[in-house]
């Protein structure tokens, strides 16, 4: 039960962590662009990639998905900075709860920690419709038909009849976490973690989100804009929810600006200046 982490570069340490569905193949571009000045440490989540999965007895939640990818922040050393996109940056703004001064920045794109969305509003149309989403996808999951609820949740992230265009080689490793399905879901709703929780953490945040994304997305990272008390918010124009995947261009320069940026900030205060 260890994280499988793809290990490059040197410097000060970014922790990379991928979508749901993806593994952490997801950051090659951004790796290769950022190995230069720092060391980079994309991992598998687990059931993802390279990583084993949680036993089917045990339940599963962000916290015990924390303590499956404490190895790579025992690796990353005594301060590192975090990226995490979709399900990625659900596990990322855990990462800043736990780990707290230890996280010198924090970049999330369109985070899909919903608990704090159905917190915020609970009867709103974009928590209706994230609501709906899970649902339907874990009912196609839990009668074994998990090509319907992969197609759903593609096409809903993706865009409308991606699933059918996409080639066997890149369906079959989204088929393989299928089968967690409901608990994710269950691991983003239900998380303990509360906007309260959000407002101590005043390290250096940069929220990305998406032109062409959808209300649920958009909505939650508005909220994080607002609740993170050291944040920047960084609308992108012409990509939609997949972009670190599919539009990586368009946010890989926005992510290695900031991170340079930071430790600009970093290595005056160190200096003492």
Avoid at 25 to 34: C, P, S, V
Wanted: net charge negative; proline share 5%.
């Amino acid at each position: 039960m260890r994280p499988y982490v793809r290990d490059s570069g040197s410097g000060p340490t970014v922790v990379l962590l991928h979508a749901g569905g993806a593994n952490s193949g997801q950051w090659r571009a951004l790796t290769e662009r950022l190995s230069g000045r720092f060391r980079v440490l994309a991992c598998d989540m687990s059931g993802s990639g390279r990583s084993p999965a949680f036993p089917h007895d045990a339940t599963y939640t962000l916290d015990e998905e924390l303590r499956f990818l404490e190895p790579v922040f025992e690796a990353a050393g005594e301060e590192f900075h975090v990226v995490g996109h979709s399900y990625g940056g659900a596990v990322a703004i855990k990462a800043a709860l736990h780990h707290g001064t230890r996280v010198r920045s924090l970049t999330l794109f369109e985070p899909v920690l919903f608990s704090l969305l159905v917190e915020a509003a609970p009867r709103g149309a974009a928590t209706r419709e994230i609501l709906g989403l899970a649902q339907s996808t874990t009912d196609s999951a839990e009668r074994g038909d998990f090509d319907a609820g992969a197609r759903e949740f593609i096409d809903y992230w993706f865009g409308a009849g991606r699933w059918a265009s996409m080639r066997e080689e890149a369906r079959a490793p989204i088929l393989a976490t299928m089968n967690l399905t409901g608990a994710r879901w269950g691991a983003v709703f239900d998380d303990p973690a509360r906007l309260a929780d959000l407002r101590r953490i005043d390290t250096p945040a940069l929220v990305l989100y998406a032109q062409h994304t959808r209300a649920p997305a958009r909505a939650l990272s508005a909220l994080l804009g607002r609740t993170l008390p050291n944040a920047r918010s960084v609308e992108i124009d012409g990509v939609g929810h997949m972009a670190p995947l599919v539009n990586p261009d368009a946010v890989n320069p926005l992510i290695e600006s900031f991170l340079a940026e930071v430790g600009s900030m970093v290595s005056v205060a160190d200096s003492g200046a």
